[in-house]
Nanobody, 121 residues
Framework: VQLQASGGGLVQAGGSLRLSCAAS????????MGWFRQAPGKEREFVAA???????TLYDASVKGRFTISRDNRSIMSLQMNNLKPEDTAVYYC????????????????WGQGTQVTVSS
């Protein structure tokens, strides 16, 4: 069972990046999936989550209106990040939750390895 996050990189403030999370080893078609991030010296925090069918989404207030989460298919989830800010700099992790989309990291059973996003000012 594996979640593979990709798409991170270095971008200037105001720029865009698209993160992807590919699931393998089992089907996550009925799972909620989410993105969390962790900046140096800070706790891991919720970013966004989406239901298995893509109809229900959750966003942290700090990214609402700038980030869009989607389920591209039953094995791939994406996070489109626009108008990036230096405070978005962090390692981004994707995760899967059997109980559906949640802001609580404790509800996620599977985690990817993380992808670095760096936004320069």
């Amino acid at each position: 069972v594996q979640l593979q996050a990709s798409g991170g990189g270095l971008v200037q403030a105001g720029g865009s990046l698209r993160l992807s999370c590919a699931a393998s080893g089992r089907t996550f078609s009925t799972y909620g999936m989410g993105w969390f991030r962790q900046a140096p010296g800070k706790e891991r925090e919720f970013v966004a989550a989406v239901s298995w069918g893509g109809s229900r989404t959750l966003y942290d207030a700090s990214v609402k209106g700038r980030f869009t989460i989607s389920r591209d298919n039953r094995s791939i989830m994406s996070l489109q990040m626009n108008n990036l800010k230096p405070e978005d700099t962090a390692v981004y992790y994707c995760a899967a939750a059997p109980s559906g989309p949640s802001v609580n990291s404790g509800n996620y059973d599977y985690w990817g390895q993380g992808t670095q996003v760096t936004v320069s000012s």
